[in-house]
């Protein structure tokens, strides 16, 4: 749980576990192990309970610091605490760890994934790992909250994948969702955005030490992992971000003189960004990088064929919150989801994230929209 101090939230991190999980394309995981973190106090009534669900390349970890020492914060500190937009002296907040979440090597991430020791083996699972879908996290986490003794949801939250997921859960769940906030996110995974997602995996499976997934007793595919997380960190920024970092920070020039004189060096803006994306992957997986593409790739709202019957079967409140300059996510994508709503005769708002951090902005941004969160949560 939680505790208050110098007005900060220090976390613990617990475990659920859970026996014979069957995924949504009808495999089934023998053991399940996630981490879950909360804030605030869940009431006797067991009703003011928000679920964050959270994005591609995070975790549980949404607010307060797990010791007074931590050097950072969960990523939407900004919005979630006492007196803050999701309000922890009102609401019991509480956040899991995806399946298959890329921070395997995190010692605060627990997941089950390709990494995983596969208990008929006794060895990693590898791509014996069933492929698992957006609606497998939400049926994680309704396994987690009902341990919990919780059976309704005063809302679900969460950026990007984790806006697939929260409007996942108010399709499939209707009756236990009031209310749906999605922030920077996407109804369901488009031509484009699946040919998009495609180039995240591309440089893993290229990297000769992937070995068809088959690696984890050898060298792991780092090269790979590196470049996809390059492609994952320009496509979540935005083009203006990019250049004024250019300006700003890395003394980018066009005829720099390395890259003028040496094929094999690279210009000042590819080095920063490939050095973020090394420093990333030491704690990350490749196989679990591949399952989570795969998991958006296969995204649907509803996770049937008919797109408009799942809309229809939402009764929650809903937020929409695209970012304008959203590169990854572009704010079409909301803006669709909320007109559907909206023609299905539901109640449904939309507010734009401003800034320069693209798709960025849905997570060091959002407390732009400190006041409407607030408003949406006493409706």
């Excluded at 591949?290 to 998991?295: E, K, N």
Aim: charged letters at 15%.
């Amino acid at each position: 749980m939680c505790s208050s101090v110098n007005a900060e939230l220090l976390v613990d991190k617990q475990t659920f576990t859970s026996q014979n999980f069957k995924t949504f394309n009808g495999n089934n995981i023998k053991e399940v192990n996630v981490g879950w973190e909360s804030y605030g106090n869940l009431n006797p009534q067991k009703d003011n309970v928000i679920l964050i669900t959270h994005y591609f390349t995070g975790n549980s970890h949404a607010a307060g610091k797990y010791d007074v020492a931590d050097a950072s914060l969960g990523y939407w500190d900004a919005i979630i605490g006492p007196g803050k937009a999701i309000d922890t002296n009102r609401f019991f907040v509480i956040s899991v760890d995806s399946l298959a979440n890329l921070g395997v090597g995190d010692p605060h991430v627990i997941t089950t994934g390709p990494a995983s020791i596969n208990p008929d083996t006794q060895k990693p699972y590898g791509l014996d790992f069933p492929v698992v879908t957006i609606r497998d996290f939400v049926n994680v986490q309704k396994l987690v909250l009902e341990s919990l003794g919780i059976q309704k949801l005063y809302a679900v939250v969460g950026p990007s994948m984790g806006s697939m997921q929260a409007i996942d859960w108010a399709a499939a769940y209707p009756s236990k969702v009031e209310r749906m906030m999605s922030v920077i996110g996407a109804g369901q995974s488009d031509p484009w955005t699946t040919a998009l997602l495609e180039h995240w995996a591309t440089p893993i499976k290229l990297d000769r030490n992937w070995n068809d997934g088959d690696y984890y007793a050898g060298s792991a595919p780092i090269d790979g992992l590196t470049a996809s997380l390059m492609l994952i960190t320009q496509n979540a920024l935005s083009a203006d971000f990019f250049n004024q970092l250019g300006k700003q920070t890395v003394p980018f020039q066009a005829l720099e003189s390395e890259p003028l004189h040496d094929i094999r060096k690279s210009h000042s803006i590819v080095n920063w960004l490939r050095s973020r994306a090394q420093a990333r992957a030491t704690t990350m997986d490749a196989n679990h990088l591949l399952y989570l593409v795969r998991a958006c790739q296969l995204f649907i709202t509803g996770h049937q064929h008919d797109f408009s019957k799942a809309i229809a079967s939402i009764t929650a409140k809903t937020l929409f919150l695209p970012a304008t300059q959203d590169q990854l996510l572009m704010p079409y994508h909301a803006k669709q989801t909320h007109q559907a709503l909206i023609d299905s005769g539901k109640k449904s708002q939309i507010k734009m994230l401003e800034g320069p951090l693209g798709h960025l902005e849905g997570v060091t941004g959002i407390s732009q929209h400190t006041d409407a969160i607030r408003a949406f949560l006493k409706q």
